[in-house]
């Protein structure tokens, strides 16, 4: 078949066969309404590490792909996206399964569309490479040998996601597993203090996390109790309160900022109507999530943070490991509200050398309830 380029329709991001096909590429950001396609390809709908790291970027690039890219879909057009993962919360990852864990095969994504998953890592990790490599083997071996990739491999990060396209490495990298000490009986003689971190959409978004906190006499912190759901204000109030309640924490701290203009006035009714009382203070909010969670992280590596043992701290710990390219990191916003107070010796810190409350009769002596950890 004599098919050529057809004359006056060549230009290198938009040409013509003779045939009557086209041909159309743009940026993802840039704008494709106007125009159908029988095949859509997306390759790289995120740029880089600056890019991915910015929830803006993320979100205007997700909706770029529903809203702009599907929609300009013909009717059963097949679509390709390739791309390096960046962050857990890119487009791929807000396709995949919650549970994907870089395997290659159809899977049901959460967009409702059928997905053919070829996940190729510069070295083997799984038995079920669609190549049939042995684990360890790597990506074309006469040019890259295992040896060629050790110098890449320093960095855990940068190797995870965009050598073996799984951005959240398991051991972690701004948080380490083996930093975390477990308990299944928190000490005596804690102070003990509540951090939040609010979410503002109830409807599936950020979580809103309350974390109960103790910190013993040599200043090594103890999570050991907590509260973490996608809910209205009125209801997290509710189990912020009822955490108040149970604990008797000196001292609840939030970051400052819209939320707290938002929130507070309710907060503090609520808490008089119930008769639920506790110092609050609100933190400034300054630089990024990272450099806000360097105390927490300090402390974690000196093995000066230690989380409950069972489901709900396993759950705590995969959170900060993988920080900061996780879809969710209201854990980490909530840890590094404690490490932030105890670096800056906020004033409402009290040693915890302290006289305890005094306890009545109906306090519960129990180390670990069920009652220590809820999630909706």
Same mark, same amino acid.
């Given at each position: 078949?004599?098919?050529?380029?057809?004359s006056?329709?060549?230009?290198?991001?938009?040409?013509?066969?003779?045939?009557?096909?086209?041909?159309?590429?743009?940026?993802?950001?840039?704008?494709?309404?106007?125009?159908?396609?029988?095949?859509?390809?997306?390759d790289?709908?995120?740029?880089?590490?600056?890019?991915?790291?910015?929830?803006?970027?993320?979100?205007?690039?997700?909706?770029?792909?529903?809203?702009d890219?599907?929609s300009?879909?013909?009717?059963?057009?097949?679509q390709?996206?390739?791309?390096?993962?960046w962050?857990?919360?890119?487009?791929?990852?807000?396709?995949?399964?919650?549970?994907?864990?870089?395997?290659?095969?159809?899977?049901?994504?959460?967009?409702?569309?059928t997905?053919?998953?070829?996940?190729?890592?510069?070295?083997?990790?799984?038995?079920?490479?669609?190549?049939? *490599?042995?684990?360890?083997?790597? !990506?074309?071996? &006469?040019w890259? /040998?295992?040896?060629?990739?050790?110098? =890449? @491999? +320093?960095? *855990?990060?940068?190797?995870?996601? !965009?050598?073996? &396209?799984?951005? /959240?490495?398991?051991?972690?990298?701004? =948080? @380490? +597993?083996?930093?975390?000490?477990?308990?299944?009986?928190?000490p005596?003689?804690?102070?003990v203090?509540?951090?939040?971190?609010?979410?503002?959409?109830?409807?599936?978004?950020?979580?809103?996390?309350?974390?109960?906190?103790?910190?013993?006499?040599?200043?090594?912190?103890?999570?050991?109790?907590?509260?973490?759901?996608?809910?209205?204000?009125?209801?997290?109030?509710?189990?912020?309160?009822?955490?108040?309640?149970?604990?008797?924490?000196?001292?609840?701290?939030?970051?400052?900022?819209?939320i707290?203009?938002?929130?507070?006035?309710?907060?503090?009714?609520?808490?008089?109507?119930?008769?639920?009382?506790?110092?609050?203070?609100?933190?400034?909010?300054?630089?990024?999530?990272?450099?806000?969670?360097?105390?927490?992280?300090?402390?974690?590596?000196?093995?000066?943070?230690?989380?409950?043992?069972?489901?709900?701290?396993?759950?705590?710990?995969?959170?900060?490991?993988?920080?900061?390219?996780?879809?969710?990191?209201?854990?980490?916003?909530?840890?590094?509200?404690?490490?932030?107070?105890?670096?800056?010796?906020h004033?409402?810190?009290?040693?915890?050398?302290?006289?305890?409350?005094?306890?009545?009769?109906?306090?519960?002596?129990?180390d670990?309830?069920?009652?220590?950890?809820?999630?909706?």
């Amino acid at each position: 078949m004599d098919v050529q380029i057809q004359s006056g329709q060549a230009a290198a991001d938009e040409w013509a066969l003779t045939n009557g096909s086209e041909y159309m590429a743009g940026g993802l950001l840039s704008g494709l309404t106007g125009n159908r396609a029988g095949l859509g390809i997306i390759d790289d709908p995120i740029k880089g590490r600056e890019a991915a790291e910015s929830q803006l970027i993320r979100d205007k690039t997700w909706d770029a792909y529903t809203d702009d890219f599907c929609s300009r879909l013909t009717p059963g057009a097949p679509q390709v996206m390739i791309l390096t993962r960046w962050h857990q919360d890119d487009p791929a990852g807000r396709i995949l399964p919650e549970d994907w864990a870089g395997e290659s095969g159809v899977f049901e994504g959460r967009d409702g569309r059928t997905w053919h998953v070829i996940c190729l890592p510069a070295i083997c990790d799984r038995e079920d490479d669609p190549l049939g *490599r042995q684990i360890g083997e790597t !990506l074309w071996p &006469q040019w890259f /040998s295992l040896e060629h990739w050790k110098p =890449f @491999q +320093r960095n *855990r990060r940068t190797w995870s996601s !965009l050598y073996q &396209q799984k951005p /959240s490495p398991d051991e972690g990298t701004y =948080f @380490q +597993r083996d930093w975390f000490k477990r308990h299944t009986e928190r000490p005596k003689d804690l102070a003990v203090y509540g951090t939040s971190d609010y979410a503002v959409t109830d409807d599936g978004g950020d979580y809103t996390v309350h974390r109960v906190w103790g910190v013993d006499p040599e200043g090594a912190i103890y999570l050991i109790g907590g509260w973490r759901g996608q809910t209205a204000s009125n209801v997290w109030i509710e189990e912020k309160l009822n955490l108040i309640e149970r604990f008797k924490p000196f001292c609840w701290f939030g970051e400052g900022g819209v939320i707290q203009k938002a929130i507070e006035p309710m907060l503090t009714r609520r808490m008089r109507e119930r008769r639920v009382y506790c110092r609050v203070e609100w933190v400034s909010s300054i630089h990024d999530k990272p450099t806000r969670a360097r105390g927490f992280q300090a402390r974690a590596s000196m093995g000066m943070v230690s989380l409950p043992a069972g489901p709900d701290g396993d759950a705590v710990l995969d959170e900060y490991l993988r920080f900061p390219a996780g879809k969710h990191d209201d854990e980490v916003d909530c840890a590094s509200l404690i490490g932030r107070v105890l670096d800056e010796a906020h004033p409402a810190l009290v040693s915890a050398a302290a006289k305890p409350p005094k306890r009545d009769r109906w306090d519960s002596d129990d180390d670990e309830t069920d009652e220590d950890f809820k999630t909706k």
